[in-house]
């Protein structure tokens, strides 16, 4: 199983940042889609965004078009998830998630990150 990190997560007001960063362990990101997802207390675990292994596609969640951007690093074998405007709703743990090819379904991926918790308030 592939071993993903996530990092960057913290507390910002509403309206603000935060750089979401997803780091691997002992191998390449460059062979795979990366996929970002988020659950909030007492909510199901929903897709927010990916990216193909070319960088060449990326899929959004339309609650976060225009907001969010993902793109990826390969020097750093890393992919990033730049989230701006943000809302107390997006306020969840955040997941990277890593397969061959880009879906929003989380059920398609079978290699997570433990998560990093963003919380947006006032």
């Known amino acids: 199983q592939l071993q993903l990190v996530e990092s960057g997560g913290g507390l910002v007001q509403p309206g603000g940042s935060l750089r979401l960063s997803c780091a691997a362990s002992g191998f390449t990101l460059d062979y795979y889609a990366i996929g970002w997802f988020r659950q909030a207390p007492g909510n199901e675990r929903e897709g927010v965004s990916c990216?193909?292994?070319?960088?060449?596609?990326?899929m959004y969640a339309d609650s976060v078009k225009g907001r969010f951007a993902v793109s990826r690093d390969s020097a750093k074998n890393t992919v990033t998830l730049q989230m701006n405007s943000l809302k107390p709703e997006d306020t969840a743990i955040y997941y990277c998630a890593a397969r061959r090819l880009c879906s929003l379904r989380d059920e398609d991926f079978a290699s997570w990150g433990q998560g990093t918790q963003v919380t947006v308030s006032s």
């Open positions: 990216i193909s292994a070319s960088g060449r596609t990326t």
